[in-house]
């Protein structure tokens, strides 16, 4: 009798590493495929600060994205994001992954600049196309009106990557 319920606790034992088994193995909507990338209708890339001289208090440094018709900008962007200004073993990072979402279909001027708390100009550092020349204003004033560059979203709703920049952090040394 006793052998007979050993016997029978295998097999239910048995049979139960079978299902789950079979279970787990099952291909369903309760496990999703996570697909990495680039997210739709964003713009994507890399600011890389070639000086160190922040401003670390009485603002905030923005990568933003206005559309290409209404540049220079007369109002907000569409989409910006703000750059966060931080240590890595007490030294200033000075490159800084971004990703402006949510961007309908078209081409975009992307900027750095730096937004003053209180009153007063918030400069421009930098403008897709125009940063490699990181020229002071007012020599660079061409250059920043119409930008050769620009960041473009498809109508498919692409994203539009690879979009590097190189800015100043030091304010005085504004393209605009």
Sequence with gaps: ??????????????????????????????????????????????????????ILTGGTYLISAYPSTGWPPMGGPTAYDTIKIARTNNVLNTSYNYQLRDLPTGDYVVSVGFRKSVGGQ??????????????????????????????????????AVGIDMLSWADTTYKVY
Excluded at 141 to 149: M, R
């Design 1 to 54: 009798m006793k052998s007979k319920f050993k016997l029978k606790i295998f097999e239910v034992i048995a049979i139960a590493l079978l299902f789950v088994t079979i279970y787990s193995c099952s291909d369903d909507d309760n496990n999703p495929v996570v697909i990495n990338g680039p997210v739709s209708n964003s713009v994507n890339g890399v600011v890389n600060f070639v000086d160190t001289n922040f």
């Design 122 to 159: 918030s400069p421009v550092m930098s403008v897709y196309g125009c940063d490699t020349l990181r020229t002071i204003y007012p020599a660079g004033l061409t250059c920043f009106l119409n930008p050769t560059l620009k960041a473009t979203i498809g109508s498919n709703n692409e994203a």
